[in-house]
């Protein structure tokens, strides 16, 4: 039975995955056959995507720089009732606790962009390491201790990377569907490209920082429309916990 989907990275290759790379980039998705796979230290693996066998999928946020399109996000989220999980970066979250403050008043879930967005793959190992000790450090000055959710800037990572990550503790976040809101494509189009694209256990990228002016409006349509087709909506913590729970079942 095949629940969860990671992305393998070969040693010899750099993965990049990112809206605006296009011929250069290598994608790699290995379906896994293990409910367990993203919790297996025998090779780094990124979650990419939940349990296909349940209509359960997540809807996340990146946010790296801006203070305009949060409070309108949140807004739609609260009136759909939607819990979502939000990635900051921390030195965003340094320039405006009073936002994340808003984020986890309305129950949502926070992971980490590192500290700077920069891309991991020009940077060195010590110097990731040493983004991601400060991105802890403020957050724990915050008041948000032990974030263990980890999305890679520009979702760009490889093999040592992930590596590095599993080794201070974190969880690296992929997704599998992406409107590009980011890039202000037309309301209808982010609508229609998250409806067609959206299947059971996958995780949405969508955008909060001030460069995504149309994601608020196309939330209005895209949650009733995400439950009316059966999805539920859940945290990337509430699908991990789903494996947990069903591999205790099966050991």
Known sequence: MNHFYTIRLNRK?????????????ILIWTQTSSIMAIFTKDEPAALSKGN??????????NISWGEEKVESILEVLENEDVQATFFVSGEWAERHPDLLEAISEGAHEIGLLGYRYKSYLDQEPEQIRKDLIKAQEVMNKLGYEDIQLLRTPHGHLNEEIIELAEGMQFQVVHWNVNPDDWENPGVEVIIDEVMKQTE???????????????TAEALETV???????????????EMINQAKADAELID
């Open 13 to 25: 290759k750099i993965l990049l995955i990112t809206a605006i790379v296009f011929a250069a980039a």
């Open 200 to 214: 059971n256990g996958d995780i949405i990228l969508l955008h909060a920082s001030d460069s995504a002016k149309q």
């Open 223 to 237: 949650l009733p429309g995400l439950k009316n087709k059966g999805f539920g909506l859940i945290t990337i913590s």
């Open 52 to 61: 296909e066998d349940l209509e359960d999928v997540a809807v996340t946020f």
